[in-house]
């Protein structure tokens, strides 16, 4: 596609359920990162995959939070037993090395 | 770690007045910096990078900012805002070449004024 696609745009969940959130990267992006928007801040690094593997995991905020990319280009990221907390708008980007990082739209994800 | 500290979380101007949106960060190995801009709406736009050469960048939409490694800054600047200019702009910095884990500052909301 012409963009970083992410669905849905809007989530809004109970807490205590589960959420997927997907992200399509840009056709030929191998590397492909998910991060985190809380209202008043800027955005804050999950996750980020080169092809179909986590290459560094380490802004997961807990267990809760786990992301996976099977076939190294739609990712979903999966957050189990939301919290209140997790409100925010969770971005997606991706990259090549020719291209820079590209974000997506985002889903704003409001968890009540 | 890294950490980004944008100075001015609201920045009103009039149009066609010059602007300056300060960013200073904090690293311990040498860094990689970047400037997006959010448009309400829409996702992050890289505005401009300096990787490495030239401490002056220039980016899209007539933006350019400064690298100042003595001060640790890297401020953006455009001479003659537009109302259009009106959007979030956002300062990261990354220790790898590329555009990989970003550490972004809170933002600095650009109102452009008629």
């Known amino acids: 596609g012409a963009g970083v696609s992410q669905t849905p745009s809007n989530k809004v969940t109970e807490k205590g359920k589960y959420v997927e959130l997907r992200c399509d990267p840009i056709?030929?992006?191998?590397?492909l990162y998910w991060y985190r928007q809380s209202l008043g801040q800027g955005p804050e690094f999950l996750i980020y995959?080169?092809?179909?593997?986590?290459?560094?995991d380490s802004g997961l905020p807990n267990d809760r939070f786990f992301a996976v990319r099977p076939e190294g280009s739609v990712s979903t990221l999966k957050i189990q037993r939301t919290e209140r907390g997790d409100s925010a708008v969770y971005l997606c980007?991706?990259?090549?090395?020719?291209?820079?990082?590209?974000f997506g739209n985002g889903t704003r994800l409001t968890v009540t | 770690a890294q950490s980004v500290t944008q100075l001015d979380s609201q920045v009103p101007v009039f149009e066609e007045a010059p602007v300056e949106l300060r960013c200073n960060y904090s690293?311990?190995?040498?860094?990689?910096l970047f400037w997006y801009v959010q448009y309400p709406n829409q996702g992050l736009q890289l505005l401009l990078k300096?990787?490495?050469?030239?401490?002056l960048v220039k980016g899209i939409n007539g933006f350019e900012a400064e690298f100042n490694k003595s001060q640790t800054s890297f401020h953006l600047r455009k001479p003659s805002v537009h109302i259009s200019d009106t959007a979030e702009y956002f300062c990261?910095?990354?220790?790898?070449?590329?555009?990989?884990?970003?550490?972004f500052g809170k933002g600095t909301k650009l109102t452009v004024n008629p």
């Open positions: 980007a991706s990259s090549s090395e020719e291209s820079p990082l590209h």
């Open positions: 056709s030929g992006h191998t590397a």
């Open positions: 995959f080169q092809g179909t593997g986590a290459a560094d």
């Open positions: 690293s311990s190995v040498s860094v990689y």
């Open positions: 300096y990787l490495s050469g030239s401490t």
């Open positions: 990261a910095v990354s220790t790898q070449g590329g555009s990989e884990k970003l550490v």
